[in-house]
């Protein structure tokens, strides 16, 4: 509770739940989380990879490592983050967005396309049809490297 209300004291929490081996996955993950919206990316890969070591299956771990390799341009090291979060956790849509903006930038863009449409079946058909015109460029851009004019 303290977390979402933005206090700093959450961390020192967090802090005891490890050394007193409570949740200790989501703890390192959480810190994490409070250490990447500081602005300290070393920090924040440190304590995601502890949740990893601690949960290998963690998908907020997966998922926020996939949010920091992307922006540190490492788009591969995103992607399989992304992916693993998505192995994890089928039905947060949000992964496959952003699976899918890693994938178009990587010019994948069939595997683009599989990954909006699987974040389009997951969420509301409001959000569903804010997605189609990004669908329709990507098949417009996936025809054009097809054609060989891309």
Same mark, same amino acid.
């Given at each position: 509770? !303290?977390?979402?209300?933005?206090?700093?004291?959450?961390?020192?929490?967090?802090?005891?739940? *490890?050394?007193?081996?409570?949740?200790?996955?989501?703890? %390192?993950?959480?810190?994490? *989380? *409070?250490?990447?919206?500081?602005?300290?990316?070393?920090?924040?890969?440190?304590?995601?990879?502890?949740? !990893?070591?601690?949960?290998?299956?963690?998908?907020?771990?997966?998922?926020?490592?996939?949010?920091? %390799?992307?922006?540190?341009?490492?788009?591969?090291?995103?992607?399989?983050?992304?992916? !693993?979060?998505?192995?994890?956790?089928?039905?947060?849509?949000?992964? %496959?967005?952003?699976?899918?903006?890693?994938?178009?930038?990587?010019?994948?863009?069939?595997?683009? *396309?599989?990954?909006?449409?699987?974040?389009?079946?997951?969420?509301?058909?409001?959000?569903?049809?804010?997605?189609?015109?990004?669908?329709?460029?990507?098949?417009?851009?996936?025809?054009?490297?097809?054609?060989?004019?891309?």
């Amino acid at each position: 509770m !303290l977390d979402e209300r933005g206090d700093p004291a959450a961390a020192e929490f967090y802090l005891q739940a *490890i050394e007193d081996q409570d949740c200790v996955a989501d703890a %390192y993950c959480n810190l994490g *989380i *409070i250490e990447s919206q500081k602005g300290n990316a070393a920090s924040a890969f440190d304590c995601f990879t502890t949740s !990893l070591k601690h949960n290998p299956r963690h998908f907020e771990a997966h998922y926020n490592l996939g949010n920091l %390799y992307f922006d540190a341009n490492d788009l591969a090291l995103a992607q399989l983050h992304y992916e !693993l979060a998505g192995a994890v956790e089928p039905s947060f849509a949000n992964v %496959y967005f952003n699976l899918a903006l890693v994938q178009a930038i990587r010019n994948d863009f069939r595997a683009a *396309i599989t990954a909006l449409m699987k974040y389009q079946a997951l969420v509301s058909q409001e959000e569903a049809r804010n997605v189609e015109e990004l669908l329709h460029n990507l098949r417009k851009s996936l025809a054009a490297v097809k054609d060989g004019s891309g």
